[in-house]
């Protein structure tokens, strides 16, 4: 190699390294720099449910650790499926945030024509848990369990139960089983927030849905049973059925191909988000069992119910 070509080869290699290093320092600034504007939260259910409910508490802790707004959103329909699909279609910037409902997500990517994966979103972390619940209305006939199963043994078919889309049919087609009873359930695919009013104004015998919800409405509503093994201190008295396997889990997620570093960001500022002392207060007094996780502690959650919920 002569001199000259050997000089024209270092000024190539020095080029080459000044573009890398121009480069990562890009990065680094876009790091630094996210987020410099509004972040939107897509809440894919109706208003008052516990998507709704989880977006409105974390809201302040997440825009003091971010340092700039977080517009809350509806995006409603097919139990949830709405929302999410908006999400798989929003830009992969961080920008755009929604929450992610498990088993939810998984069993309504099951429909027909859905276009998201829930195994593919970029998951920022779950924030609370908490058990199955079979509630009644206020003053009903039905006062207990068992008064319940003896009517629906005697009448097959003939009581009806509501239910969070898709997701709470399966959940309750579990209990049913347990029970050995056949009712008619009644899918209602605005969430929480539509179901509610409809077990509240007696347009159904009962209504099925998270726990905190029993909680939140015990003024209005009775709780016949909740899942798994243990009772729980936030409905005193109310009997457990350690088959029932019900659990809905709530987090945040972003859409598919986020950057590793801005998923971070957003993991940090719901860590501080879920820390705030009112926020510990209204999960500990609905009976939510708070969780903290990484990105791939969530993402691994979400695996495990894809699994178990698979077809």
């Known amino acids: 190699m002569t001199k000259q070509q050997k000089k024209h ?30 972040i939107t939260f897509i809440v894919p259910y109706s208003p008052g449910g516990g998507s709704d409910q989880m977006a409105r508490r974390l809201q302040p802790g997440l825009e003091k650790a971010l340092g700039v707004d977080v517009r809350i959103v509806y995006k409603t329909g097919g ?35 859905v276009g998201f994966k829930p195994g593919e979103f970029a998951y920022i972390g779950m924030t609370v848990r908490s058990v199955g619940a079979l509630m009644v209305p206020k003053g009903s006939k039905y006062g207990s369990l068992s008064e319940f199963v003896s009517a629906a043994k005697a009448n097959p078919g003939k009581l009806t139960v509501a239910g969070v889309g898709s997701t709470g049919g399966r959940n309750f087609a579990e209990l049913a089983k ?118 791939a502690q969530a993402k691994a959650y979400v695996d495990v119910a894809i699994k178990k919920f698979a077809q």
């Open 178 to 295: 347990i029970l050995g009873i056949e009712t008619t359930y009644v899918p209602v695919s605005g969430g929480v927030g539509k179901m509610m009013p409809m077990l509240q104004g007696n347009h159904v015998d009962a209504g099925m849905t998270a726990s905190n919800h029993a909680v939140k409405h015990k003024a209005t509503v009775d709780t016949l049973v909740i899942a798994g093994p243990k009772s729980t201190a936030a409905l005193p008295g109310v009997p457990s059925e350690p088959q029932w396997t019900y659990t809905t889990t709530w987090g945040i997620m972003a859409p598919p191909g986020t950057p590793a570093d801005r998923v971070a960001k957003l993991n940090d500022a719901l860590y501080q988000a879920t820390a705030a002392p009112n926020v510990v207060k209204i999960v500990t007094d609905l009976g939510l069992v708070q969780m903290r996780q990484t990105p």
């Open 79 to 113: 139990g949830g499926a709405v929302g999410f699909n908006e999400l798989w279609r929003s830009k992969a910037d961080g920008y755009t945030i929604s929450n992610v409902v498990v088993p939810n997500v998984v069993i309504s990517a099951q429909g027909k024509d």
């Open 9 to 38: 080869g270092g000024r190539i290699l020095a080029a080459g390294l000044g573009l890398l290093t121009a480069v990562a320092a890009f990065g680094t600034a876009s790091a630094q720099s996210f987020p410099d504007k509004p």
